[in-house]
Nanobody, 125 residues
Framework: QVQLLESGGGLVQAGGSLRLSCAASGRTFSGYTMGWFRQAPGKEREFVSAITWSGGSTYYADSVKGRFTISRDNAKNTVYLQMNSLNPEDTAVYYC??????????????????WGQGTQVTVSS
């Protein structure tokens, strides 16, 4: 199985940027769709972004489109989330997830088999 470890979270002022990383280890990374989700206190975990194994297709929630960029480096078994123009509404725990099946339903939490522990992102105003 795959283990995922997020890093790069922290405290940033509104308008600032952060880059999250998700390092994968275990059996294989090949062919996996990778996703980012986030969960704010008292709220449901929500889809943020996803990327196919080849990197040829990326997907974004409307709330982050134009501000966030997902990418992956398969040679390093790592997926990234570059977050620009952050605002306090982006404050949440961000989770990396992996879908070995590469489901078409990439926005659905239940499609992802493996999850990281999460990394806290806090944006101050």
């Amino acid at each position: 199985q795959v283990q995922l470890l997020e890093s790069g979270g922290g405290l940033v002022q509104a308008g600032g940027s952060l880059r999250l990383s998700c390092a994968a280890s275990g059996r294989t990374f090949s062919g996996y769709t990778m996703g980012w989700f986030r969960q704010a206190p008292g709220k449901e975990r929500e889809f943020v972004s996803a990327i196919t194994w080849s990197g040829g297709s990326t997907y974004y929630a409307d709330s982050v489109k134009g501000r966030f960029t997902i990418s992956r480096d398969n040679a390093k078994n790592t997926v990234y989330l570059q977050m620009n123009s952050l605002n306090p509404e982006d404050t949440a725990v961000y989770y990396c997830a992996a879908d070995p099946a590469g489901s078409y339903y990439y926005t659905r939490l239940e499609e992802y088999r493996y999850w990281g522990q999460g990394t806290q992102v806090t944006v101050s105003s």
